[in-house]
């Protein structure tokens, strides 16, 4: 039952993730853009020149609110990943409960040797 509510809630996180996928590439270029007008603005020497970068930092800033649901996506990704997390915990956990259970020598040394194989 737990895997399953973990998998129902990491689904429901993939589609509002795939929702806000437009509004968090539209932030990220956003705050990029901010931080190229901001480099512009302090390179400026006129007083005109550090005005029109001004406008223009405003008007991008506008669309970085704007785009504010991308918050959401974002929280939407750190559910997907603490899923995951805890899905591969209890994974591990139920390896290292099923290889306690084998007693057999030989089966834990292939195991083993399968692992010295892989690195």
Do not use: H, R
Request: charged share 20%.
């Amino acid at each position: 039952m737990k895997k399953f509510m973990l998998f129902i809630i990491g689904l429901i996180a993939l589609f509002v993730l795939l929702a806000n996928l437009g509004p968090m590439v539209l932030l990220g270029v956003s705050v990029w853009l901010l931080y190229v007008v901001f480099k512009q603005f302090i390179k400026s020497d006129s007083t005109a020149g550090k005005i029109g970068w001004v406008i223009a930092g405003l008007l991008i800033l506008s669309i970085a609110v704007a785009n504010g649901y991308a918050v959401i996506g974002l929280a939407a990704a750190y559910v997907l990943y603490v899923i995951y997390k805890k899905w591969q915990e209890d994974k591990l956990e139920e390896d290292v409960s099923f290889s306690a259970k084998q007693d057999d020598p030989f089966t834990n040394f292939e195991k083993q040797w399968a692992e010295m194989k892989n690195y």
